[in-house]
Each structure stands twice: as structure tokens, then as C-alpha cells.
């Protein structure tokens, strides 16, 4: 088969791109033939080269190119004979300009089977969506897990992500037009609620509201519209789990931008990295800390990059790891209604290191076996051909 894949931006820590060349690889590993427009390598003009070309799948990541237009309006994918495949990597309600789209042959891949059931329910032009969370690998130069010296890992806690005071979401809130900004705290005050409850439900609660219904028109144009309830939850969340990490009496290392922000009293602040780089420091960890951006059926690559490199992955659980995992057996949960209890549960985990070695390598097997590039290529290879 022939793919083409395209990496048009060079943002997030240049994910995109580590995401793209990966999946690659993994499919030309499979027998397959790849190629690549690169946004860095490549000009845009060059597009027009696809014109009238046949893939058997183009694919990129939160893509814009579904609203790229011809000189005659037309879609200019709608040009190259082959299906569309957009890995969308966080809520479907932040790609709506995207994803509103018809083009002729568009399918989705996310991250989260609640965005699968948004997508296809709002989205019904979309031809397939298929979920599958993306991953990392084994750090660069390592051959393997070197367990016979695992308890010697230089860091204790290591967390990798970018810092945004809530602050400056509430500002920005408060500069929309009143009526949206109402209904945004309302969201707010819903999610902090009920920490299971997605941004599409509480949505749904608004609506029922009669005084509401203006939004039932275009919903998912409103669920956009309201995307900043989502961005605050995040950073909230973001915020309470870190000073849990802070008080904790081990060494926790920060990896990411804007943590200088927040007054933290024991951690050691690192700059950030590009992602690539990021395994590296998952390999010098006992524990990696990640918080789900909002996710309840699907998961970040954070839980997956630090399994791979022997890190007891420390996370807010959803159903798809609940159907994976044990808490305290191959992975560490932590409750979103009480994130404080994370600073016990890290101290009590790293005061029994034998038994932290065990749940990393418990957590190393069931990534290894479930959640490598070669799984996610085989999931968009299945839906290619059926």
C-alpha cells in the first residue's frame, strides 16, 4: 500500500512531527510505501504536485488541509484519489472548523472512544472513525530496560508539560460576550462537579435548560464556542496535581514551560525539551506523572512513553486503562475529586521501591504487548481495508 503523510505543523514540542515520522516507520516495517510533505523541508506550493495522484491513504495530524480550497472552491484533498485520514490528538470540539468539512472520502482518527461517539454523531459525513491512543518508544541508545538497577534511577517524580495559570483562562473568559461567558462558568461549575463528566454532557445539561436552546441550532458550533470551560477544567487540574507533587517528601523534576509562574517549594524546574527527547527523562524515572487532558475513555501517549521506559506511570484513570490496568499492580491511579491524596500515594509508593519495580514492569509488558506504533499502524491498516 502507499501512504502519504503529511507534517504540517512543527508545534507542541514537535509531537506532530515525532508522531508522523513513527507511524512511518511502522509502516514501512510492515511491508508498506511511504512518503512525506514536510512543512519544514517542503513548500507549501508543492502541494499541488498530489493533484490527481492516487494513495491508498493520506494521513495528518489536527489538520488544517481539509479547508484548503482550489482557485474553484473545491477541496483541494477531494484532488488526490485517496481516503483522508486526520489523527486529531485532543477534543474533536477544538477541530469542529476542520471537521465540519465534506469532503469526499474524510475518516478521523482519535484518541478517546467518546470522541469517536461526538464525531460520528455530529460529524456524519465523516466516513470512519477509529480510536486508538498514540505512544512512544524506548529512549534513543537504550537497548533495553536495565532492571537490575532500576532502584538507582536518578529521579524520583518527573512530570513533562506546559503551565498555564487558570488565571489567564478566567481572563480571557471574561472578555467573551456575557452571555457566553454565563454559560462557560456555568460549564465550569458542572465539570468541577462531577470530575467524570465530559464537556459535550454538560453541554447537553445546558441545553435542557429551556432559556438555552438557541444552542441546539448548531451544537457543536456552541460546544467550540464554550471550548475555554474544557481549557479551564485542564489548567485547574494541571495546577492542584502539581502542588500535590510538590509536597511530597521526594525529589520531583518539572519538564516544560511556565512553571516559574507557580510558586512551587521543592521542585527542580527543567526547560522544556523537545518531545523526542522527552523518553530520555522517562528512563531516568521511577515515577511519570501524567494528567489525562480531560479524557475518560482513551488516554495521553504520556501514560504509554513512560511504561515503555520503565516508569511506573502515575495517572487519573479512564475506562480504556481501567480495562488494562490494576491500580498498584501495573500502574498507579489517583482520583481527580481528591487530588491532594496524590502526595500519600507517591510517598507510599516510593517508600517500597522493590514493589514500584514491579508495577514498572508490570506496566512495561502491557505497553509493550498493547500500545506500540506497530498496534496503532495495524488499527489504521484494519480500517483501510474494510
Request: hydrophobic share 40%; net charge negative; aromatic share 12%.
Amino acid at each position: 500500500m502507499r501512504f502519504l503523510i503529511f507534517e504540517m505543523k512543527t508545534v507542541c514540542y514537535n509531537s506532530y512531527l515525532y508522531f508522523g515520522d513513527s507511524l512511518g516507520e511502522a509502516l514501512t516495517k510492515l511491508g508498506h510505501q511511504v512518503e512525506y510533505f514536510k512543512v519544514d523541508e517542503d513548500a507549501l506550493d508543492d502541494l499541488e504536485q498530489y493533484i490527481g495522484k492516487s494513495y491508498d491513504a493520506l494521513i495528518d495530524f489536527n489538520s488544517d488541509l481539509p479547508r484548503a480550497l482550489m482557485d474553484d472552491d473545491s477541496y483541494f484533498l477531494d484532488h488526490v484519489d485517496a481516503p483522508f485520514f486526520d489523527v486529531i490528538l485532543d477534543h474533536p470540539l477544538y477541530h469542529h472548523d476542520t471537521l465540519k468539512h465534506k469532503l469526499n472520502n474524510f475518516h478521523v482518527v482519535c484518541l478517546d472512544s467518546l470522541h469517536k461517539a461526538y464525531i460520528e454523531k455530529y460529524y456524519p459525513h465523516i466516513k470512519s472513525v477509529t480510536v486508538t491512543p498514540m505512544t512512544g518508544e524506548l529512549a534513543f541508545g537504550h537497548d533495553s530496560i536495565d532492571w537490575d538497577n532500576w532502584e538507582l534511577r536518578p529521579y524520583d517524580i518527573l512530570f513533562s508539560g506546559t503551565y498555564t495559570d487558570p488565571v489567564r483562562i478566567e481572563t480571557a473568559i471574561n472578555k467573551m460576550p456575557e452571555i457566553i461567558s454565563e454559560n462557560v462558568y456555568t460549564l465550569i461549575d458542572m465539570m468541577k462537579a462531577d470530575s467524570t463528566m465530559t464537556i459535550e454532557a454538560a453541554v447537553d445539561i445546558l441545553v435542557e435548560n429551556e432559556f438555552y436552546e438557541y444552542i441546539n441550532s448548531d451544537k457543536p458550533l456552541h460546544t467550540q464556542t464554550f471550548y475555554l470551560a474544557d481549557t479551564y477544567i485542564r489548567c485547574l487540574n494541571r495546577k492542584k496535581l502539581v502542588q500535590a507533587l510538590d509536597r511530597t517528601g521526594y525529589e520531583f523534576h518539572l519538564f516544560g514551560a511556565l512553571w516559574e509562574e507557580l510558586n512551587l517549594k521543592h521542585a527542580e524546574l527543567h526547560r522544556e525539551i523537545p518531545f523526542n527527547l522527552t523518553f530520555t527523562v522517562f528512563a531516568k524515572s521511577k515515577i511519570s506523572v501524567n494528567i489525562m487532558p480531560n479524557f475518560k475513555a482513551g488516554s495521553h501517549d504520556r501514560v504509554f512513553s513512560g511504561q515503555l521506559n520503565g516508569a511506573v506511570s502515575l495517572t487519573d484513570s479512564t475506562t480504556l486503562l481501567q480495562s488494562e490496568y490494576k491500580d498498584n499492580q501495573s500502574i498507579l491511579f489517583y482520583s481527580l475529586d481528591d487530588i491532594d491524596a496524590v502526595t500519600e500515594k507517591v510517598n507510599s509508593a516510593l517508600s517500597d521501591p522493590s514493589n514500584l519495580k514491579k508495577i514498572a514492569q508490570a506496566g512495561y509488558d502491557i505497553a509493550s504487548i498493547n500500545h506500540t506504533w506497530d498496534n496503532i499502524a495495524h488499527k489504521i491498516l484494519f480500517t483501510i481495508k474494510n
